[in-house]
């Protein structure tokens, strides 16, 4: 690709990642791109700046602080977004490390092959409306394939109570049933939570016998 089709891709991006999660950080932004240079999206990030379509914002952490970039009113308005612009002060540091890690898996599934292969988009589904997937919980990701139902995705860095999970789990299987999702599945980073919920998951499926044939559509799988 010429060199400078190949700097407005990677400025286009930018962009639409940003479009779909509102706010982000490099890191993730390398994954996006899958390119190690932070420099070269660093001019790409600083140009988006200047136009005032991105801005630029340092979040305090309880580790000393981390620099984000975010949406403005501006691009919303360009692009016909139906999102709400980067507002600072709605992140919180317990949400912060949730949302980068899927960002981090998001960006992951779009090099994969089977997401080019089936033509796939993710839609961001920690805020917004439901109502248009015909979903009762709210998964942190939707994959949607060109031909196929919705597989959700669930990022989890701590567990929730059994008591949760046997609603979720649940409302899942009566989507399988509907034909409305094709699968879920849940991602940990830490594998002695994934051991524990795959018991949840395997008790859950003897208690409710009657969706014990979707168990294998409840996928647990790891990403650090």
């Known amino acids: 690709m010429h060199t400078r089709a190949k700097g407005a891709n990677n400025r ?22 899958n390119v190690k240079s932070k420099p070269m999206i660093s001019r790409h990030l600083s140009k988006l700046v200047d136009e005032k379509l991105i801005k630029r914002e340092r979040f305090k952490t309880l580790g000393g602080s981390i620099i984000m970039f ?91 109570s059994k008591p949760r999970y046997e609603k979720i789990l649940n409302d899942y299987c009566q989507l399988i049933d509907a034909k409305k999702i094709l699968q879920c599945e849940y991602f940990f980073s830490d594998t002695r939570l994934a051991d524990r919920f795959k018991k949840i998951v395997e008790n859950h499926f003897k208690k409710h016998t009657r969706y014990k044939k979707h168990a294998e559509k409840i996928k647990v799988r790891i990403f650090k």
């Open 12 to 33: 286009q991006q930018i962009i639409d990642f940003l479009l779909t999660h509102t706010y982000t950080t490099i890191d993730v932004l390398c994954a996006v791109l």
């Open 70 to 160: 975010g949406t403005t009113q501006k691009i919303i308005e360009l692009y016909d977004s139906d999102r709400t612009p980067f507002r600072p002060s709605k992140i919180s540091h317990r949400t912060l490390e949730h949302t980068l890690y899927c960002q981090k898996l998001a960006a992951h599934y779009q090099h994969g092959k089977i997401f080019k292969q089936h033509k796939m988009e993710i839609v961001n589904a920690e805020t917004g409306s439901l109502k248009k997937f015909g979903l009762t919980h709210r998964p942190d990701l939707i994959l949607k394939p060109a031909a196929h139902a919705y597989i959700c995705i669930e990022c989890e860095l701590s567990l929730k």
